[in-house]
């Protein structure tokens, strides 16, 4: 009962309150371009390149703060030069992909730990963008957030096709005539887009976490590639208004609260699917 009590109180809050509307507008933005474009990097098997951008974008952060410019349109430059580097080196020289991710990963990090510390006084806190701070969101925020959310929802469903090609066989779609480094270079862009949307919600520490789970949650149970595309977008979602709710209904930190709140939708379809294929298996061992 007073667990109930709680729950309406916060999901009232939402409603009463401009910074939680905005927390929930930012959080489904997330929501959906996140696993939007996560379901290719799973496909190619690059689950984790979301880490290593994050860490780029960071740099961009602290690059921002020292030119006392905007930190997320700074971040979303130097992130996209950064993707679009590790597709490049991926791509065109003989330096693993898994490699290059790393250098990015750790340069990415220990730029912008260098950079912030020439950044003026009381500016110089990267935590809201390395752990989130969606309670923060501004209007103008959400204005940016918008925008390239927009952007990477429409390349996704106009180069759809294309971009599942890629991700599936590289090989097969030059004998198709597709531009495979072009498309992998447009995936890459989205990606760092993508991050830099949703390191105010989780942060770039945990935004990985959102491209990923909701999609191997999806995966267990979807019959196909869109609907994986579907399932993961509709559990990122569920996944951000609930950690919203919770986390101001317990006084948790938003992001993480968002992060574990897929992990366990991850737990729930796991072992809904688990069960199936046993009761499968007693079904056909009994036939």
């Known amino acids: ?33 996140a696993p939007a474009v996560g379901v290719f990097l799973v496909q190619r ?3 984790l390149i979301g880490d290593g951008i ?3 974008a960071v740099t961009g952060v602290a690059l921002g703060l020292v030119l006392n410019r905007a930190p997320v349109a700074v971040a979303v430059v130097v992130a996209v030069i950064g993707a679009v580097a590790i597709e490049l080196v991926r791509s065109l020289s003989d330096t693993s992909g898994e490699i290059a991710l790393a250098v990015m990963f750790y340069g990415g990090i220990a730029g912008g730990v260098v950079l912030v510390s020439k950044a003026p006084t009381g500016s110089r806190n990267l935590t809201q963008y390395l752990f989130g701070t969606i309670t923060t969101t501004s209007n103008g925020d ?24 890629v991700s599936n066989d590289e090989e097969f779609a030059r004998a198709l005539g597709l531009p495979v480094l072009a498309i992998n270079l447009t995936l890459a862009a989205l990606t760092a887009l993508t991050v830099v949307v949703s390191m105010r919600v989780v942060g770039v520490l945990l935004v990985s976490a959102l491209m990923v789970v909701p999609v191997a949650a999806a995966q267990l149970f979807a019959r196909s590639f869109r609907g994986t595309c579907i399932g993961a977008v509709l559990l990122a979602v569920a996944a951000a208004v609930l950690g919203i709710v919770v986390s101001y209904a317990a006084d948790l930190p938003s992001g993480g609260t968002i992060v574990l709140m897929a992990i366990g939708f991850f737990v729930l379809a796991l072992a809904t699917s688990s069960l199936r294929r046993l009761v499968r298996s007693a079904g056909g061992a009994r036939g």
Request: charge should be positive; glycine fraction near 8%; charged fraction near 10%.
């Open 1 to 33: 009962m007073a667990l109930a009590l709680v729950a309406a109180n916060a999901i009232s809050a939402v409603f009463e309150y401009d910074f939680l509307r905005r927390a929930l507008i930012a959080a489904v933005l997330v929501g959906i371009t």
């Open 142 to 165: 959400l204005v940016v957030f918008g925008v390239l959310a927009a952007v990477v929802l429409a390349v996704v469903l106009l180069g759809g096709p294309a971009l599942f090609t």
């Open 54 to 56: 994050g860490h780029v």
């Open 45 to 47: 098997r690059l689950a």
